[in-house]
């Protein structure tokens, strides 16, 4: 009865921008820490940023720069600012959190989106 719903993906030229939304629905009681994952083709998911609730970021090292996290704790919604956008960046990229239902133990449980597909063309 909960969901990550991600939107904003699509296709850019080189060095264009985009911005990505997760938002939280259903029974959410509260979110924790919310993150952005990619895959490409033939490759591993890997981590693109994450953001604590109290807006402590992480980024992976070679993204640093030219993507930006941020969130919205009363909607529920993380966001990803992709900047500068080089072919490489193409990928499916996942939005992943740390939910607490309001009908589950009060604990803290991971969940992920569908994914939303962004490809930048050269």
């Known amino acids: 009865q909960v969901q990550l719903v991600e939107s904003g993906g699509g296709l850019v030229q080189a060095g264009g921008s985009l911005r990505l939304s997760c938002a939280a629905s259903?029974?959410?009681?509260?979110?924790?820490?919310m993150g952005w994952y990619r895959q490409a083709p033939g490759k591993q998911r890997e981590l693109v940023a994450s953001?604590?609730?109290?807006?402590?970021?992480n980024y992976a090292d070679s993204l640093k720069g030219r993507f930006t996290i941020s969130r919205d704790n009363d909607k529920n919604t993380v966001y990803l600012q992709m900047d500068s956008l080089k072919p490489e960046d193409t990928a499916v990229y996942y939005c992943n959190a740390d939910l607490m239902t309001t009908y589950g133990r009060p604990s803290y449980l991971n969940y992920w989106g569908q994914g939303t597909q962004v490809t930048v063309s050269s």
């Open positions: 953001i604590t609730r109290g807006g402590t970021t």
């Open positions: 259903g029974s959410i009681f509260s979110t924790n820490t």
